[in-house]
């Protein structure tokens, strides 16, 4: 016999004695010890009701544990009443340790996707049908340039059109969406269903990088052809130029009078082709460095030092112009990952092109800045007062052989912009009419 079965037969063996002592009592003329028996006897009875359905307790507060996910709770303080309690509790026990784990691992799974949408530099993004924010990472407050967003229709005082068109998005469906700042974002939307709410999923990338580097290529390849066949037409003009001066010079002037009209005329028609041959050779040797550029050598450079070195070579030119100069670096200790000649060659070309601005402009002024930007990424400032680039040159400045300048191969900031893109980083202009001009050299640090 176990202890369970042992406790409720002593229970009602007491129980039994208690109510025959209030019958004898009754009967014997004792009433009053009789009447004072029933609470004992009432208690003795719930207390047997109480012991017999501590099972149904521990049940329902089993089921109470799953139902507010409390795994904490034990089942151990009746297992002296037999075998069967000892199996029930421990049974109970697994399964509560079975649904911690699920928990556990469901809470791990959730973070780690959660650590993964906050470091990934695709903007995550969703919204339900009203439009309210339930997600959002930092690379999408970065890329819309934000800081916080509750419901997408905040989103009109930067961008008037796109809330509208995240919404009519379909999903599955991916779209170019040009921002007022330059970037090419790549928006792609997908929609879930959560406990019956339908819920879009939209994910944004700035592939404006990529872009840049398509294009990039695409002028690269082009430029290689272009020199490729001019080459091959021009190096045997100028070899059948120069042997057509020689018939020239030693079998027609002799015998011809040296004064002669025709022979002069002959001879500067021969010297002219030459010269703009030799010329074309050399403007299209000028673009080889364009394409076959050699990939930067990086080293840590330090920004004050880097930027200290290209105005001292520039300060003479600058002082004889009548330039006033500054630069300004803060902190002083900022380090960029980079190829110094590369560099000092962008920043050079850069400095350059304000000081030709400045030609027509009184009290002409550069300035040339290095800080942190957003997201820790380092940004040279280069900055003058001129009369600023037409709205529509702007545009196509960093195209290859396209220049403003009276003099100038058209290669220089195409060259600096591939350089930048070379070291992970970007170049952009901002250019409001009659204000300057600004360049941007963007570095991640």
């Avoid at 109970?92 to 340790?97: A, D, Q």
């Avoid at 469906?173 to 974002?185: A, E, F, M, R």
């Avoid at 930067?296 to 009548?322: A, W």
């Avoid at 040279?380 to 003099?407: H, Q, R």
């Amino acid at each position: 016999m176990n202890k369970f079965n042992l406790n409720i037969l002593l229970r009602l063996l007491v129980l039994t004695a208690t109510i025959a002592v209030g019958i004898v009592c009754w009967i014997g003329k004792y009433r009053l010890g009789a009447i004072a028996l029933l609470p004992l006897i009432g208690l003795q009875i719930y207390s047997l009701y109480y012991f017999i359905n501590r099972t149904n307790r521990k049940l329902t507060l089993f089921l109470e544990a799953i139902r507010y996910e409390d795994f904490s709770i034990r089942f151990s303080a009746d297992n002296n009443l037999g075998k069967s309690f000892s199996a029930l509790n421990m049974q109970f026990n697994e399964v509560l340790e079975a649904f911690r784990q699920t928990r556990a691992e469901r809470e791990a799974n959730l973070k780690y996707i959660d650590t993964i949408i906050q470091h990934v530099s695709v903007g995550v993004l969703s919204f339900d049908v009203e439009g309210k924010i339930e997600l959002i990472n930092p690379a999408a407050f970065r890329l819309l340039g934000i800081y916080r967003l509750r419901y997408l229709s905040e989103l009109k005082s930067t961008f008037p059109d796109l809330p509208n068109l995240l919404n009519e998005l379909p999903a599955g469906s991916k779209i170019l969406y040009p921002t007022p700042n330059g970037q090419q974002l790549s928006i792609t939307a997908t929609t879930v269903r959560l406990q019956g709410r339908l819920v879009k999923l939209i994910s944004i990338q700035n592939i404006h990088g990529e872009l840049q580097k398509k294009e990039l290529e695409a002028w690269q390849n082009l430029t290689k052809i272009l020199r490729h066949e001019i080459m091959n037409s021009v190096t045997p003009i100028v070899s059948l130029i120069g042997t057509m001066r020689e018939i020239v010079e030693l079998d027609l002037v002799p015998a011809v009078p040296p004064d002669t009209e025709a022979v002069q005329d002959l001879q500067e028609a021969l010297q002219t082709i030459e010269n703009r041959s030799k010329g074309i050779m050399n403007f299209v040797n000028a673009y080889r460095d364009y394409t076959t550029l050699p990939k930067p050598v990086f080293q840590m450079l330090n920004l004050n030092e880097l930027l200290t070195s290209v105005s001292n070579l520039l300060h003479s030119d600058m002082k004889t112009l009548g330039i006033q100069y500054q630069l300004h670096v803060d902190p002083l200790s900022i380090d960029i990952h980079g190829d110094q000649a590369q560099l000092q060659m962008v920043l050079i070309n850069l400095i350059k092109n304000a000081m030709d601005a400045l030609e027509q402009t009184p009290s002409p002024k550069i300035s040339v800045r290095g800080y942190f930007g957003p997201m820790q990424q380092v940004v040279i400032e280069i900055k003058d007062n001129g009369p600023g680039i037409e709205e529509e040159a702007i545009e196509k400045i960093f195209i290859p052989f396209f220049t403003t300048k009276k003099k100038g191969s058209g290669i220089g900031l195409s060259l600096s912009q591939q350089i930048i893109q070379m070291h992970g980083g970007q170049l952009k202009v901002d250019s409001p009419p009659a204000q300057g001009t600004t360049f941007y050299v963007l570095l991640n640090n």
